[in-house]
């Protein structure tokens, strides 16, 4: 068995590659970390992972096992297999320096954005193509007048998503490195990854009709 096991440090990002059906477990180390996630076509970096086509083909905010995300190509990308948690988010942008700097006026602060072209920008991908994220693990509730807040996550350490590639993939996570409001139970910490040819018996225990 094929397996890769990739851990990303508190704050910081990771880069892989992932071949069409292989599967992705993203795992939530210690809890209450957000993890954000894109991923683009191997083969073509103009197709890449899109919240909003997502959420136009689900006609939903949020998603679930069994559910794919989609494209920019309006394409399934990833099929969600497993989920313990089932609470993520797929609205807010990832954080950047200028979030920061003139919401928090902090400098130099590691940031989401920053963490994900780190590795992305290797295979050709520019701050200007970088996919907007899939939140994993992000506590992001609608609140009954229609806003969004972005509150400490539900998870505890060990809740994980599985996906499975539905094509060649690059892919990268940052664990965010906010820790000024809530988001992250105010304590950074990491994210493990999971990259292998079969998913796990401990992963169906989470899975859709399981």
Same mark, same amino acid.
């Not at 996570?173 to 990491?190: A, K, R």
């Given at each position: 068995m094929c397996q890769s096991n990739l851990t990303v440090p508190a704050g910081f990002g990771k880069t892989f590659r992932v071949r069409k059906g292989q599967f992705i477990t993203v795992i939530d180390s210690e809890g209450q970390q957000a993890a954000d996630f894109v991923a683009v076509n191997a083969d073509d970096l103009n197709e890449k992972l899109s919240p909003v086509h997502t959420r136009q083909q689900l006609r939903s905010l949020f998603f679930k096992p069994g559910d794919a995300l989609w494209s920019s190509e309006n394409r399934p990308m990833l099929r969600i297999l497993a989920d313990s948690i089932g609470i993520h988010d797929a609205n807010v942008p990832a954080c950047d320096r200028t979030r920061f700097s003139i919401d928090f006026g902090v400098e130099g602060h590691r940031n989401c954005v920053d963490n994900l072209l780190e590795g992305m920008k290797a295979f050709g991908v520019t701050y200007f193509s970088l996919p907007e994220p899939f939140n994993l693990f992000q506590n992001g509730p609608v609140t009954a007048d229609g806003r969004m807040e972005v509150t400490d996550p539900n998870s505890k350490a060990g809740d994980s998503i599985t996906f499975e590639a539905l094509c060649d993939l690059i892919c990268a %996570?940052?664990?965010? $490195? /906010?820790? +000024? +409001? $809530? @988001?992250? @139970?105010? /304590? %950074?910490?990491?994210i493990d990854i999971v990259v292998s040819d079969h998913i796990h018996a401990q992963e169906m225990n989470h899975a859709v009709n399981a």
């Open positions: %996570v940052s664990s965010c $490195p /906010q820790d +000024i +409001i $809530p @988001g992250n @139970g105010l /304590q %950074v910490t990491p």
